[in-house]
């Protein structure tokens, strides 16, 4: 009877991790596809679903599998009509986002804004930068 209960409890641990692992996929996705979607607006110089007469102008999205220590998921990357968009939160041919979701998820709990996030991930990926540098 002891083993019995034993299992069902390790049944329910083994459930509510599951249950735990895909909110934090769910919450990632969603942060990272935020802050895809406002690069792209500061790319093309206006928000989704609004109309320029600029040449260079949305053109959908293309999934992107990523890999997170919680897992594989799939974020919607946007697309630009002159293919110069170059996001800095996933970058392109990058498949492995391990830390970032972390980092991203507790300043977006302290209240950073994705424009201020995005800003402060593009100085981290990119080269020009040092790594002491502060924003």
């Known amino acids: 009877m002891m083993i019995l209960r034993m ?53 959908g999205t293309k999934p992107k599998t990523v890999r997170s220590k919680y897992g594989e998921f799939e974020v919607d990357v946007p697309q630009d009509r002159n293919s110069t968009f170059e996001p800095a939160v996933v970058k392109k041919r990058q498949k492995d986002i391990f830390g970032i979701e972390e980092q991203i998820i507790a300043m977006y709990a302290k209240g950073m804004t994705t424009k201020f996030m995005k800003n402060l991930t593009t100085r981290i990926n990119d080269p020009i930068y040092p790594r002491n540098t502060y924003i």
Do not use: S, W
Request: aromatic letters at 8%.
């Open 7 to 59: 299992l069902v409890v390790i049944f329910r641990l083994n459930k509510l991790l599951a249950e735990y692992i895909n909110l934090k996929k769910r919450r990632g996705k969603g942060i990272i596809q935020t802050m895809l979607e406002t690069e792209m607006n500061d790319h093309v110089g206006y928000e989704k679903y609004a109309r320029d007469d600029e040449p260079n102008c949305r053109n």
